[in-house]
C-alpha cells in the first residue's frame, strides 16, 4: 500500500511560499500530484499561467486569489478550481498564515508574467 509518511515529503520554497510535496512520481503517484501550501502572513503572491487545471482547497486563512483578473477572497473550506491556461494568483495580505491543499495531474509547468516557465518539482 502506497502511504506517504511525513518524514518522505519533499518541502520547497520559492516567492515567499512553502510547498510540502506529497503525492508526485518522485514518491509513486504515476498521475497525480499534492501538495500543501502554507503563505505567510502579508505575502504576496506571484501571478502565473497554469498549463494543467489545479484544484486549492483551503484549510486555514483568508488569502486573496486572483483567477484571470477576478479577486476573490476565501474563507476556511473554499475550492477554487483553476482551468488550464487560466492566470492565477494568491495574495495573503491579512494577518494569518494561510493552508491550502493543492491537486494537478503531473507535468504541470506555470509561465510567469515574464515569460519564465518554472517546472514545479512538487508536480513533475
Known amino acids: 500500500m502506497p502511504v506517504i509518511r511525513s518524514a518522505r515529503t ?16 518522485r514518491t509513486g503517484s504515476a498521475e497525480l500530484c499534492a501538495w500543501r501550501l502554507d503563505v505567510p502572513a502579508g505575502t504576496r503572491g506571484t501571478a502565473h499561467t497554469v498549463s494543467h487545471e489545479e484544484i486549492v482547497h483551503l484549510l486555514a486563512g483568508a488569502p486573496d486569489v486572483v483567477l484571470d483578473g ?4 476565501l474563507a476556511p473550506g473554499d475550492t477554487v478550481i483553476v482551468p488550464a491556461g487560466s492566470s492565477f494568483c494568491l495574495d495573503n495580505p491579512g494577518e494569518s ?12 509547468s506555470a509561465t510567469l508574467a515574464d515569460g519564465t516557465v518554472l517546472t514545479p518539482p512538487w508536480a513533475n
Open 97 to 108: 498564515a494561510a493552508t491550502a491543499w493543492v491537486t494537478t495531474s503531473v507535468g504541470l
Open 10 to 25: 519533499t518541502v520547497h520554497e520559492i516567492h515567499g511560499a512553502r510547498f510540502t510535496a506529497h503525492a508526485n512520481p
Open 70 to 73: 477576478e479577486r476573490s477572497t
